[in-house]
């Protein structure tokens, strides 16, 4: 049956429209160019959205922080690590876990999900260090979340990984136990295609070294999981 007389046929049974894909419209492999132009405008949208807050002074921790600390590390990332908010270290140099926490991170993705600190996008729910590294308040979270749900807009990762029940919080809006949900998935509030995924903060490991191997357990679930 040539193309007049599948149209004739298609017509007889009801479609109204028929709209036909030719070779050149067909959606082409994305080259390994097109892929660093996306990297490329991904990192210019977070780069313009950084700069609409970091002047932010929509709750009190803009009175004792020396910067904002944004995101860092790879926009086109399958995964994001969403930590609690910057130490003094992070507050110092102006990147999300630099300091020993963040050290310990970089070591366990390399070992256990064969990923670098560089494949992967880090950011914290609060933008602004706590004074004396406290716990941010509920209302420092919401304050803030609004930027961290542009930033995840924008990767459009697989999986968020909440690195401890602060982060938890502050992505699924829910106080819960990390004991109790970590290695646990859940569904991003904000986009039901994109999966959020608890485990424990580093820094919980280092001062608990008998959980580290529910930490690389939850890493290894974590690989399956953006595979």
């Known amino acids: 049956m040539g193309v007049e007389e599948t149209i004739r046929a298609l017509e007889d049974i009801g479609f109204g429209e028929i709209y036909l894909l030719t070779k050149k419209a067909r959606k082409k492999p ?20 950084f700069m609409s807050f970091k002047d932010c002074t929509k709750c009190p921790l803009h009175r004792s ?9 790879n926009p086109d ?10 130490g003094e270290e992070e507050d110092a140099q102006g990147r999300p876990f630099v300091g020993r926490a963040g050290r310990y991170l970089n ?11 560089e494949d992967v996008y880090i950011t ?7 004074p ?4 941010p308040t509920a209302q420092e979270i919401r304050s803030c979340f609004p ?20 982060a938890g919080e502050g992505v699924i809006g829910k106080n819960m136990p990390i004991t109790k949900v970590r290695g646990k998935v859940f569904t991003y509030p904000y986009d ?15 001062r608990n070294p008998r959980a580290e191997g529910e930490f690389v357990e939850d890493l290894k679930k974590l690989k399956d999981l953006i595979a």
């Open 30 to 49: 994305q080259s390994s160019k097109e892929t660093v132009k996306v990297d490329q405008y991904k990192g210019k949208i977070l780069q313009d959205h």
């Open 65 to 73: 922080r020396s910067q904002v600390v944004f995101g860092d590390g």
């Open 77 to 86: 990332s399958p995964v994001v690590f969403v930590g609690e908010a910057p």
């Open 107 to 117: 070591r366990k993705i390399l070992e256990v999900m064969g990923m670098r600190r």
């Open 124 to 130: 914290n729910v609060c933008k602004c260090r706590p």
């Open 132 to 135: 004396e590294n406290r716990k």
């Open 147 to 166: 930027y961290l749900r542009k930033e995840i807009e924008i990767i459009k990762p697989k999986v968020i990984c909440c690195l401890g029940s602060t």
């Open 192 to 206: 039901p295609k994109i999966k959020v995924f608890l485990t424990y903060h580093p820094a919980y490991i280092l």
